[in-house]
């Protein structure tokens, strides 16, 4: 069984910065692979990043190239979500997932959130115009 728990979610004006936090604990952390998914008001869940066990790989959504950055540190067992240049429609409860092995996603495979077996209770990011 695999604790996740995500922190750093607050309130920004657009075009500023937050750091997400995701600290996992239940599992070897090395061998899961990580990501980050959001949910707005009123609509579906959707894939923002994902990050592979042995830090070779990213999957970013096209909404976030370039703003958002996935990176993990396997020695403190935490995933983090860099997130500059926010935008008012980046506000959203954030949600960190775990994938365990040997059923091990890759590329567009890691945006589908059936294939996460452990999810965090979310933090909330919100963006002022």
């Known amino acids: 069984q695999v604790q996740l728990v995500e922190s750093g979610g607050g309130l920004v004006q657009a075009g500023g910065s937050l750091r997400l936090s995701c600290a996992a604990s239940g599992h070897t952390f090395s061998t899961l692979v990580m990501a980050w998914f959001r949910q707005a008001p009123g609509k579906d869940r959707e894939f923002v990043a994902a990050?592979?066990?042995?830090?070779?790989?990213?999957y970013y959504t096209n909404s976030v190239k370039g703003r958002f950055t996935i990176y993990r540190d396997n020695a403190n067992n935490t995933v983090y979500l860099q997130m500059n240049s926010l935008k008012p429609e980046d506000t959203a409860v954030y949600y960190c997932?775990?994938?365990?092995?040997?059923?091990?996603?890759?590329?567009?495979?890691?945006?589908?959130?059936?294939?996460?077996?452990?999810w965090g209770q979310g933090t909330q990011v919100t963006v002022s115009s």
């Open positions: 990050i592979s066990w042995n830090i070779q790989s990213t």
């Open positions: 997932a775990a994938n365990a092995p040997p059923m091990y996603c890759s590329g567009y495979g890691c945006h589908n959130g059936r294939v996460y077996d452990y």
